[in-house]
């Protein structure tokens, strides 16, 4: 049960611009409100107002510093556990919550399980929950960006069990092979479900497999943002400079439940979780701003209420949206529908005018 809690520490290059006391207010805020966007699903699900959720809490450094430092154009191929990398992308609460719902206004249209969304006009692909997928995608996708000689780069986001899947090998060994622009950013956060880190793997570090492939791999404190910042800056600038591939470990700690599907009281000891929330991410950028006279408490209190009052008016706003029309299931699989589902659809419509069902 014992995982590791020491920071890691490895020589990052900090060549990037420093942060300004504006940017780290922003990581700030929207880290806040990922938090408490996390506490308040986590009670809809238990109040069966949602059916299922992903919590992030304690990753929230990791997500931001690295969302903060990809380009808005950049790809992102997330697993199922980024809300933070869709905040920070300008994705609303109120659009989050369509999706987790399956309401009239879910841009998935109730097609996806709840906390699978993607958005299009963002470059952030659909989120997958098959471990590993996501990684050759986002490889595929950066051969298509050499190709184009775009100025982009792909982000693809995994944890520390999908380390142990085929595609994370077969996505590290074609992107070294081909030199593609990819950051591979592997949020390690000790657990896969029940099963610990070191069960995972004997490597000393996940960071260390990208040797194997042929390019650098760091680990970085996933609970300092701005480690986490620099590293992804620069990982971004090799990229793009035509240098190929990066491996990024961020250090964290999974605070909350695998999903709502979990209890993680039965496979993990509380002392665990309570010492990494000594070094939360949230409470250490905090106490910087607050030390260099950027933040008040008052100031902190505030946000905490605007980003409370602004959950609850998005939550009310949703709920009262009806469910997603039946009838769209036969939307959107083909141009033009083919003879067995027009056939489908007219026995729907018959059980809609028989009133079996509701249009
Ligand atoms: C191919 C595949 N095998 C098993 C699962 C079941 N499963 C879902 S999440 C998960 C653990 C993933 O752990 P990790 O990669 O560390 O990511 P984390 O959930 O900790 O963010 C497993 C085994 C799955 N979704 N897909
Ligand atoms: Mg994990």
């Known amino acids: 049960m014992a995982n590791a809690v020491s920071p890691p520490s490895a020589p990052l290059d900090s ?39 992903v919590p992030a809490s304690g990753q929230e450094g990791a997500q931001i510093g690295c969302a903060a430092a990809l380009e808005p154009d950049d ?24 999706q987790f719902i399956g309401n009239a206004e879910d841009i998935m249209k109730g097609r996806q399980m709840p906390n699978h969304y993607g958005f299009r006009d963002k470059n952030f692909v659909v989120a997958s929950s098959p471990i590993g997928t996501q990684i050759t995608q986002a490889v595929g996708a950066a051969m298509a960006i050499q190709r184009r000689k775009a100025a982009t780069v792909t982000a693809t986001f995994f944890g520390d069990g999908a380390t142990s899947s085929n595609d994370f090998h077969a996505g590290m060994n074609f992107a070294g092979v081909f030199r593609t622009p990819t950051i ?26 990208a040797e194997a492939y042929g390019f650098p791999g760091v680990v970085v404190d996933g609970t300092d943002v701005d480690a986490v910042y620099r590293a992804v800056r620069s990982a971004r600038e090799r990229a793009v400079r035509g240098e190929g591939p990066t491996l990024i470990e961020a250090q964290v700690y999974r605070y909350g439940p695998h999903s709502t599907s979990d209890d993680p009281r039965r496979y993990r000891a509380d002392e665990e ?12 950028l905090k106490e910087l701003l607050l030390s260099s006279g950027q933040w008040t408490e008052a100031k902190d209190a505030a946000l905490l209420d605007e980003v ?27 141009a033009r529908r083919t003879p067995q589902l027009e056939e489908e659809k007219a026995a729907f419509e018959r059980l809609v005018q028989e009133g079996v069902i509701r249009p």
């Open 15 to 53: 060549g990037a611009t420093p942060l300004s006391a504006e940017q780290r207010l922003s990581f700030y805020r929207t880290m806040v409100l990922s938090r408490a966007i996390d506490e308040r699903c986590l009670s809809l699900q238990r109040q069966g107002r949602i059916g299922f959720y």
């Open 75 to 98: 790809w992102i191929f997330p697993a199922y556990r980024e809300i933070g990398l869709a905040l920070w992308r300008g994705i609303p609460f109120r659009t989050l919550l369509d």
């Open 184 to 209: 591979f950013f592997c949020q390690n956060n000790q657990w896969a479900i029940s099963l610990p880190r070191e069960r995972q793997t004997r490597s000393s570090t996940l960071a260390q497999k």
């Open 273 to 284: 979780l309570q010492a990494w929330k000594r070094r939360d991410p949230i409470l250490r």
């Open 308 to 334: 409370r009052a602004q959950i609850a008016q998005a939550i009310e706003a949703a709920e009262a949206v009806p469910p997603v029309a039946p009838a769209t299931l036969f939307e959107d699989t083909f």
